[in-house]
């Protein structure tokens, strides 16, 4: 967006939301102020509004967002993704995006070539969906438009499959016009000549007639390319090839109509009416490829699509009756039969049956389901019938959700695409530049005859020159590997987490509900002056009205001794450390040794049994009651069974893994070592956990955090890359890069491996895209001609840059056989 520029520098005005005293406009003003490249920053309480004056070449608007999120506020910024057509290199990518982050209002604007989609993330109160949309039509390209209740994707389908019927046709045409030039061209030496006797001037003229469809029908795309960006005062690919073809075709036409002006020293002039119609008919063949291979690319996005249900069965007023899957609402009650699929997420009310959830979790095996339990929409039903009621629909469902991230993530650039967006801004000009320059030395030291040397030379430079193949590089390889997560359970949710993630060489993970299943059961019950079932009595009650695992399993562990819980009375979390509550009125303590000794409890021999209960893994919780230390309840938590390979597999990367947890040192250890786990960072409050990370990357390490719950999102946010359990909570989801979404923990491994494979492919097709242009363009400029005699035919030249596109995204295709 454009800033203010004064002395202090580029000015930016964001507006602050969540604010609610003078003390946290303070907070943030303090945050943003220590952000390396700002010169200042105030924030306005009453108006809402944060003020900054920095350096654009050190510090960016998406950074200023990220800290005021990050300290727990938020920054009214709306995004919008626009489908975008007529985009045909990454130097039209550049000009569209220039145009939308030169818009008042815009925080940031980035444009994929592959997807053909620009997401811009904007001030409502600044600029509106209108005037962005109106800039990008006065860029000289087109929004794909949507009627009320029209589906996106399939609208963009329908247009995507209608522009590659029309340049279908177009190149069948082109190729049975192109045909017959061939023909007259080689007249003579086919010896039809013989037959029927065609003057020179006349097939010139034949040639001319057949060629002039060719150039300014099917070739019309690359003209209009070509002036849209000429009207902005900037190039594209439809330059180099609207001139290159055009140079031909007027070199041609005057040899025609005035051969005299050619012939110098005994030099007849010659047309190259087929160089201009095979040009053209080549390169729209080259887009015609690159269009099916990049059709290829989003197939990912079209299985998810494929899986939802079509209709839903619903129940109303007694009768069964089917209707539309757009027309379900919340509260609907639902039947599903055997084979069915599930039209929506929600919760079984009757029946049971056994669902199939790969879809969601990878596993084949089927997942028993009964009344109360959670059913996903777009799984498979596979035995039983049951009702079900309908929690979330439409957009809000987990599959919508799912493809609206992988949309996200095929359509976000990940740091390496900013080399190439960058050498692309320059990249035309250039080009343009470098065949000028041809043309004079051709003209001027080449041999006779050096006019139409020069011509050639400078066409070829022209055609051969591939920002497509630049453009195409990163984005279908990001689409290609974003799709395979998804297949795999793994939702990356920007391309930049794809590429940090293979750089990561350390993972922290929470211990509770992501190494271990999060349903801790009681194991030992060490009393002290009181007997169990009063420990039980007096720890259930105090905890009855707690959400947390532990508290859970001795509620559990009451019910199940039929012990009669009363309701506690001035009950007060210590966050990390227990809980205080009075029961039967008297002060009851529950939590770990920190909280006994903060209250001044002697715990006395029990820190024996507690050390000897930590030495098997198990989480000793100290009660006391009325000031006196009565017991222990030993709670342990059981691992996931993926547990030990995951890391294993971590271990055989070279990657350090770490595990954090509140629990005592001992018994964070002790199921360390279970695990086969490096590092344990124990005892450690949840607001602790993201300045532990902090602390692990000054260590200048590249640090993932892997967790479930609201009070990982901190971690999450802070590590490189954060990666929630799927199973977890949704805040925690919202602040992760990457979600997996069985909760398997062996995602975290295939991420990794993921990021490696779509890197190395990256690389590679940016290699033969700049390798191409550096190799070719040269040749096609004429310097293998004074040494071996070898000049490259502007022909050959369209076919080779055809080819490039197509070879780059057929590299990237080759992630489709990525296996974990």
């Given at each position: 967006m454009p800033e203010d520029i004064s002395a202090s520098g580029n000015r930016i005005d964001l507006p602050v939301t969540g604010m609610s005293c003078a003390s946290c406009a303070s907070h943030i003003q303090e945050a943003l102020a220590a952000l390396k490249g700002v010169n200042s920053a105030s924030v306005n309480f009453a108006a809402e509004k944060a003020t900054v004056y920095y350096d654009k070449s050190v510090v960016s608007a998406d950074d200023f967002i990220n800290v005021i999120k990050d300290q727990g506020y938020g920054v009214s910024v709306s995004k919008i993704t626009l489908p975008v057509k007529g985009m045909s290199c990454a130097s039209c990518v550049e000009?569209?995006?220039?145009?939308?982050?030169?818009?008042?209002?815009?925080?940031?604007?980035?444009?994929?070539?592959?997807?053909?989609?620009?997401?811009?993330?904007?001030?409502?109160?600044?600029?509106?969906?209108?005037?962005?949309?109106?800039?990008?039509?006065?860029?000289?390209?087109?929004?794909?438009?949507?009627?009320?209740?029209?589906?996106?994707?399939?609208?963009?389908?329908?247009?995507?499959?209608?522009?590659?019927?029309?340049?279908?046709?177009?190149?069948?045409?082109?190729?049975?016009?192109?045909?017959?030039?061939?023909?007259?061209?080689?007249?003579?030496?086919?010896?039809?000549?013989?037959?029927?006797?065609?003057?020179?001037?006349?097939?010139?003229?034949?040639?001319?007639?057949?060629t002039t469809p060719v150039q300014f029908w099917i070739g019309w795309q690359f003209y209009t390319g070509a002036l849209s960006a000429a009207r902005h005062r900037t190039t594209n690919m439809n330059t180099l090839i609207a001139v290159g073809t055009s140079a031909a075709y007027i070199y041609s036409t005057v040899a025609t109509f005035f051969p005299s002006f050619f012939e110098i020293k005994g030099y007849s002039a010659e047309v190259y009416f087929d160089t201009a119609a095979t040009i053209i008919v080549l390169i729209l063949l080259g887009r015609l490829f690159e269009a099916r291979a990049k059709g290829r690319t989003s197939e990912a996005i079209k299985k998810l699509i494929g899986l939802q249900a079509k209709t839903a069965r619903v129940v109303k007023d007694g009768k069964e009756t089917d209707i539309p899957i757009e027309d379900v609402e919340i509260g609907d009650v639902i039947v599903v039969r055997p084979g069915e699929k599930i039209p929506a997420d929600g919760v079984i009310k009757e029946g049971y049956s056994s669902i199939d959830e790969s879809m969601v979790t990878g596993e084949s095996m089927p997942v028993e389901k009964n009344a109360g339990d959670s059913v996903i929409g777009a799984t498979i039903n596979k035995t039983g019938s049951f009702r079900f009621e309908a929690v979330k629909v439409g957009r809000d469902t987990m599959l919508s959700n799912i493809i609206e991230m992988v949309q996200s993530a095929q359509g976000s650039k990940p740091p390496i695409a900013r080399m190439a967006d960058l050498i692309a801004s320059y990249f035309v000009p250039a080009v343009m530049g470098i065949a000028a320059l041809t043309f004079i030395v051709w003209y001027f030291w080449g041999p006779a005859p050096s006019f139409t040397y020069a011509v050639l030379n400078f066409i070829a430079v022209l055609i051969i020159a591939c920002p497509c193949a630049l453009g195409l590089a990163t984005p279908t390889s990001i689409m290609v590997g974003t799709g395979k997560g998804a297949e795999n359970g793994v939702l990356i949710r920007s391309g930049g987490a794809l590429e940090t993630a293979h750089?990561?060489?350390?993972?922290?993970?929470?211990?509770?509900?992501?190494?271990?299943?999060?349903?801790?059961?009681?194991?030992?019950?060490?009393?002290?002056?009181?007997?169990?079932?009063?420990?039980?009595?007096?720890?259930?009650?105090?905890?009855?009205?707690?959400?947390?695992?532990?508290?859970?399993?001795?509620?559990?562990?009451?019910?199940?001794?039929?012990?009669?819980?009363?309701?506690?009375?001035?009950?007060?979390?210590?966050?990390?450390?227990?809980?205080?509550?009075?029961?039967?009125?008297?002060?009851?303590?529950?939590?770990?040794?920190?909280?006994?000794?903060?209250?001044?409890?002697?715990?006395?021999?029990?820190?024996?049994?507690?050390?000897?209960?930590?030495?098997?893994?198990?989480?000793?919780?100290?009660?006391?009651?009325?000031?006196?230390?009565?017991?222990?309840?030993?709670?342990?938590?059981?691992?996931?069974?993926?547990?030990?390979?995951?890391?294993?597999?971590?271990?055989?990367?070279?990657?350090?893994?770490?595990?954090?947890?509140?629990?005592?040192?001992?018994?964070?250890?002790?199921?360390?070592?279970?695990?086969?786990?490096?590092?344990?960072?124990?005892?450690?409050?949840?607001?602790?956990?993201?300045?532990?990370?902090?602390?692990?990357?000054?260590?200048?390490?590249?640090?993932?955090?892997?967790?479930?719950?609201?009070?990982?999102?901190?971690?999450?946010?802070?590590?490189?890359?954060?990666?929630?359990?799927?199973?977890?909570?949704?805040?925690?989801?919202?602040?992760?890069?990457?979600?997996?979404?069985?909760?398997?923990?062996?995602?975290?491994?295939?991420?990794?491996?993921?990021?490696?494979?779509?890197?190395?492919?990256?690389?590679?097709?940016?290699?033969?895209?700049?390798?191409?242009?550096?190799?070719?363009?040269?040749?096609?400029?004429?310097?293998?001609?004074?040494?071996?005699?070898?000049?490259?035919?502007?022909?050959?030249?369209?076919?080779?840059?055809?080819?490039?596109?197509?070879?780059?995204?057929?590299?990237?295709?080759?992630?489709?056989?990525?296996?974990?």
């Open positions: 000009t569209v995006q220039k145009t939308l982050q030169s818009l008042d209002g815009v925080v940031s604007a980035s444009v994929n070539f592959a997807t053909e989609k620009a997401t811009i993330e904007y001030f409502p109160s600044r600029t509106g969906i209108r005037e962005i949309k109106k800039a990008v039509k006065d860029a000289g390209y087109e929004i794909v438009e949507v009627e009320k209740g029209e589906d996106i994707v399939e609208k963009e389908q329908r247009e995507r499959e209608a522009s590659y019927r029309k340049l279908k046709a177009r190149v069948i045409t082109g190729a049975f016009l192109t045909l017959p030039i061939f023909i007259l061209m080689q007249w003579e030496h086919i010896g039809l000549s013989k037959i029927i006797d065609v003057p020179r001037q006349i097939n010139f003229l034949l040639q001319m007639v057949i750089r990561i060489n350390s993972i922290v993970f929470d211990k509770t509900g992501t190494l271990t299943k999060g349903e801790p059961e009681v194991t030992d019950i060490v009393s002290y002056g009181l007997s169990e079932k009063e420990i039980l009595f007096y720890a259930s009650s105090a905890e009855k009205g707690s959400e947390h695992p532990l508290a859970e399993a001795i509620v559990k562990r009451a019910r199940e001794n039929k012990i009669d819980m009363k309701d506690a009375e001035h009950f007060q979390a210590v966050p990390g450390h227990g809980i205080k509550a009075t029961v039967n009125g008297k002060p009851v303590l529950l939590g770990n040794e920190r909280l006994m000794q903060d209250e001044g409890i002697n715990i006395g021999s029990l820190k024996h049994d507690a050390e000897k209960l930590s030495k098997q893994g198990k989480t000793p919780v100290f009660l006391s009651v009325d000031n006196i230390a009565s017991g222990i309840i030993a709670v342990s938590d059981t691992l996931k069974e993926e547990s030990v390979n995951a890391v294993r597999s971590l271990h055989d990367l070279g990657i350090e893994v770490v595990m954090i947890t509140g629990d005592n040192k001992r018994t964070g250890e002790a199921i360390a070592s279970q695990v086969g786990i490096d590092r344990v960072l124990a005892e450690v409050l949840p607001e602790d956990k993201a300045s532990e990370v902090k602390k692990l990357q000054s260590e200048s390490k590249v640090v993932a955090m892997v967790g479930d719950g609201i009070n990982d999102a901190p971690a999450l946010a802070q590590a490189d890359v954060g990666i929630a359990i799927g199973t977890g909570t949704d805040v925690a989801m919202e602040a992760s890069d990457i979600t997996l979404i069985g909760g398997n923990i062996k995602g975290v491994v295939t991420a990794i491996a993921l990021s490696k494979a779509t890197l190395r492919n990256i690389k590679q097709n940016l290699f033969w895209a700049f390798a191409y242009n550096v190799i070719l363009i040269p040749v096609a400029a004429g310097v293998l001609f004074p040494f071996f005699g070898i000049l490259l035919n502007p022909m050959i030249a369209a076919a080779a840059m055809g080819l490039s596109s197509v070879t780059v995204v057929t590299n990237a295709l080759r992630l489709k056989r990525f296996r974990v």
